[in-house]
């Protein structure tokens, strides 16, 4: 992930400065461990302040409202005590080339400062630290103790002071290309190296442009470069010192991060949305695969040890099924007593119906009647066994049935693509905790997430009619007993897990065979039976959908249905096999 350099903080400066000087500080929320958002009211908008000091992801710029959860956390309650009512003023650096930033709150434009807010943009050791007029720390995202720093401690209390200075060489606008490139040519390394031994204040991501501009690689030498290079690669470094300057900037999408000095066709309007369009995905491309991969390894367990749990009960099932043979050798036993001897180990005996000979174990210490009630006894206790095994087999069947449905609603979404991918494996993170299969106090029910809404997969049959795909478990009920109409159908694979699939038609309009096999198809990609050639798939009319009483989430019977055979094959072969961006439907 790409850190926010100094470049890019003072292009955040310019725009914030432009267009969110002075604001009124309305609301103060945080919305994790590491990111507070400010609302600001200007006199022609009003907007979200993002300032994080995530260690990876440290930046602050304009972004989204913050979802509607509770806020338990301290530092954003101290923040809103102290500057709720008051106006931010002032965005400046604290020292030139520092990634730290001052804002300045006063009760009023033109007012003394009263308050200062420093957010320090420093990869690991970033942190966000409300002082007093009087210099004196208020409150801080992150405390440092003296024994984890003993040359810059920050705690409640004590007098705040500044981050180390940077030491080195800095750019300089009036410096003079001869000079420059006899700093760079110094020490004989790489170009990239170069740039970072001669000067302080840069970043992975400026040289990269600078040389990316300049039509070079950053692996070149740099006693390489010829009279030509040189003169581009100076021209670019001007062209960057005086972006600084004047402060104009552009922004723009890379393959592996963004820039604030190139424009392609990429970019963004702005530097606020380039930022919170970067982050956003990248946090959220982290956030998914740690939930795929903890809801994938907390699946793969429950499975396991269910389905050891039922072959157990099957095989105690098989051993219950011998009842009537036990009872049968102990109804012969008692017939045939008179034919038994004393010491003796089996009998053999003929069957009542059959004829056959039957050979009966027994137990020389006891006569043939109590050898016969020992058969009885264990008759009846496998009987018993029978009786007692059986619906719980049936219980784990059903919670096996369950699993496979969420693991199979897992295993379908296994890149992000957007933002609507980790909502869906958050809602199955919610129904697994919901259902008791995972823990987390920190867990609320509904949290940021309407319950009318769902974010479908979409597509469109050879005819034009939407055929709608569930992403889990609460999309599926959501599609099968909320958005489904008397004129729809619905699709799902025969006895194999999957995702319910809707055939969104209108009153009057007939799908067409082709518009059936393309919904078949669909249902039979979205299942866990993805890879094979041909699956099975039933569709019905949303009025033959039943949910059973105490039927777990995405569970559901039906009658009335068609078989159709889909081909999951003809979507998975196509250039293109992943599902198109998904759509907001409000149900």
């Known amino acids: 992930m790409q850190p ?15 267009d969110w000087l002075p604001a009124r500080c309305e609301q103060v929320v945080q919305r994790d461990r590491t990111t507070i958002c400010i609302a600001l009211r200007t006199i022609q908008q009003r907007g979200w302040l993002t300032i994080s000091w995530h260690p990876q992801a440290a930046r602050l710029h304009m972004d989204n409202p913050p979802p509607r959860v509770p806020d338990t956390f301290t530092f954003s309650q101290q923040l809103k005590h102290q500057l709720n009512g008051f106006a931010l003023t002032e965005i400046k650096p604290v020292a030139p080339w520092e990634r730290a930033l001052d804002l300045g709150f006063a009760r009023r434009p033109g007012d ?27 409150t801080a995202a992150h405390q ?43 020490i ?64 723009s999408f890379f393959d592996r991060g963004y820039s604030v000095l190139v424009q392609t066709e990429s970019g963004t309007e702005t530097v606020q949305a380039l930022l919170r369009e970067y982050y956003t995905n990248q946090l959220n491309q982290q956030a998914f695969d740690r939930l795929n991969n903890q809801l994938t390894q ?17 095989a105690r099932l098989e051993q219950a099924v011998q009842a009537d043979d036990y009872r049968q050798q102990a109804d012969l036993l008692m017939a045939y007593s008179y034919q038994w001897q004393p010491g003796m180990d089996s009998i053999r005996l003929e069957d009542f119906e059959t004829g056959a000979e039957v050979t ?21 206790k496998l009987k018993r ?11 784990v069947q059903s919670e096996v049935a369950y699993l496979e449905q969420v693991d199979a609603a897992v295993k379908q979404t296994v890149q992000y693509e957007s933002e609507a991918d980790l909502v869906a494996l958050q809602e199955i993170r919610d129904e697994l905790i919901q259902q008791g299969y995972l823990e987390d106090p920190t867990y609320r029910p509904g949290q940021g997430r309407s319950d009318d809404s769902l974010n479908v997969r979409k597509f469109l049959t050879p005819s034009g009619f ?107 072969d196509q250039s293109h096999p992943s599902p198109p961006a998904p759509v907001l439907v409000n149900t």
């Open 4 to 18: 926010v350099d100094f470049t890019t903080l003072m292009a955040v400066c310019a725009e914030l400065r432009s």
């Open 112 to 138: 003394p400062i009263q308050w200062h807010l420093y957010v320090e943009v420093m990869g690991k050791y970033s942190n966000v630290v409300l002082v007093n007029a009087h210099n004196q720390i208020v």
């Open 144 to 186: 440092v103790s003296e024994s984890q720093s003993s040359v810059r401690p920050i705690s409640t209390g004590s007098t705040y002071v500044l981050p180390p200075a940077i030491v080195g060489s800095f750019p300089n606008l009036e410096e003079s290309q001869q000079r420059w490139q006899e700093r760079i040519l110094l």
């Open 188 to 251: 004989p390394t790489t170009l990239k190296q170069a740039f970072f031994k001669a000067y302080s204040g840069l970043s992975s991501a400026l040289v990269r442009d600078l040389v990316y501009q300049a039509g070079l690689d950053l692996g070149q030498p740099v006693d390489s470069l010829t009279a030509a290079d040189w003169e581009r690669l100076f021209a670019q470094w001007q062209s960057w010192l005086w972006c600084l300057k004047s402060e104009t900037f552009q922004s």
């Open 298 to 314: 907390r699946l793969k367990t429950l499975l396991k040890k269910l389905r050891q749990k039922e072959n157990t009960f099957l």
């Open 360 to 380: 009966i174990p027994l137990s020389p210490e006891k006569n043939a009647i109590q050898n016969a009630q020992a058969l009885y006894k264990r008759h009846q």
């Open 385 to 395: 066994s029978r009786q007692a095994i059986t619906p719980l087999l049936e219980a």
């Open 466 to 572: 939407d055929v709608w795909v569930g992403r889990n478990n609460r999309q599926n009920d959501l599609l099968t007993f909320q958005a489904a109409t008397d004129y729809d159908l619905w699709f799902h694979t025969q006895e194999i897990p999957g995702s319910h699939v809707l055939l969104r038609l209108d009153a009057g309009q007939v799908p067409t065979d082709e518009d059936l096999q393309f919904t078949a198809d669909v249902a039979a990609y979205f299942s866990r039976a993805r890879q094979a050639d041909q699956v099975p798939v039933v569709y019905t009319q949303p009025r033959y959908l039943f949910k059973p009483k105490g039927a777990l989430p995405g569970m559901v019977t039906y009658t009335h249905e068609t078989v159709l055979w889909g081909q999951p094959t003809t979507l998975r």
